[in-house]
């Protein structure tokens, strides 16, 4: 490859890696998560198993919520940063309600983080 060509290959997989380009993308935890991280990452993940074990669609969680569709993708993709534990908790509570969110600290062990409906 020429060099013009090489810089709009590298070009071309910035945009790719940008996350704004990439809506639809399941985010995973960075390395070496905090607690919060690690709590956040794992309700997100409590509500897409709730979409797919009642086979809804986005619109319909987002519905059952009270929030956007936008806002529904961005807990569906993990994308943590853009919560705060208390709004995440506060939409589990919509879903599972009545519902009880707990947090086991383990010394030397991840923080254990789950939801369980009553």
Do not use: H, W
């Not at 020429?2 to 910035?14: A, G, R, S």
């Not at 070496?32 to 086979?55: E, F, H, M, R, W």
């Not at 987002?62 to 569709?69: D, F, L, P, T």
């Amino acid at each position: 490859m020429k060099n013009k060509e090489k810089e709009e290959f590298k070009k071309i997989l910035q945009e790719l890696d940008d996350p704004k380009n990439n809506r639809e993308i399941n985010y995973g935890l960075p390395k070496n998560p905090t607690s919060l991280q690690v709590a956040k990452y794992k309700l997100c993940k409590i509500i897409l198993g709730y979409k797919q074990d009642n086979d809804l669609s986005r619109e319909q969680v987002a519905e059952k919520i009270g929030i956007s569709k936008a806002e529904i993708e961005d807990i569906l993709f993990c994308c943590i940063e853009e919560f705060t534990l208390d709004r995440l908790t506060s939409y589990a509570s919509q879903l599972f309600a009545p519902c009880q969110i707990e947090i086991l600290i383990k010394e030397n062990n991840p923080t254990t983080f789950y939801a369980q409906a009553n």
